[in-house]
């Protein structure tokens, strides 16, 4: 990219607007997510949606952040929201950096300001 006499190249990856760069998103994270073990394994591009109980979902978020951290992409928690049963007990770490919402019987009660 040029701007007056400056020139801004680009080092990695597709250019902003790339149609092609979704794809090769997704062609990138598709093995990790079908790797994992959650009964409900949802994902568009870069917003997942995991279900089951806690100790595998737990184990798949530990996996998805360790994974891809290997491949230079970072889980930011504080963005995460977790909607677990009033009566569940959430112990893990990263999950705790989680918004939490709580629902009964399906429908949420409580959700994060």
Same mark, same amino acid.
């Given at each position: 990219?040029?701007?007056?006499?400056?020139?801004?190249?680009?080092?990695?990856?597709?250019?902003?607007?790339?149609?092609?760069?979704?794809?090769?998103?997704?062609n990138?994270?598709?093995?990790?997510? $079908?790797?994992?073990?959650? +009964? @409900?394994n949802?994902?568009?591009?870069?917003?997942?949606?995991?279900? *089951?109980? =806690?100790?595998?979902?737990?184990?798949?978020?530990?996996?998805?952040?360790?994974?891809?951290?290997?491949?230079?992409?970072?889980?930011?928690?504080?963005?995460?929201?977790?909607i677990?049963?009033?009566? $569940?007990?959430?112990?893990? +770490? @990263?999950?705790?950096?989680?918004?939490?919402?709580?629902?009964?019987? *399906?429908? =949420?009660?409580?959700r994060?300001?």
């Amino acid at each position: 990219m040029f701007h007056g006499p400056y020139t801004v190249s680009s080092q990695e990856g597709p250019q902003q607007g790339d149609p092609v760069g979704p794809l090769l998103f997704c062609n990138t994270i598709q093995p990790m997510l $079908s790797s994992l073990e959650s +009964e @409900l394994n949802l994902g568009f591009l870069d917003d997942v949606s995991l279900g *089951g109980p =806690v100790g595998t979902v737990a184990a798949d978020i530990a996996r998805i952040a360790k994974e891809g951290g290997e491949m230079g992409l970072h889980l930011i928690a504080s963005k995460c929201e977790l909607i677990a049963h009033q009566q $569940s007990v959430v112990t893990d +770490e @990263l999950i705790g950096c989680t918004s939490v919402s709580w629902c009964r019987t *399906g429908q =949420v009660v409580e959700r994060p300001l």
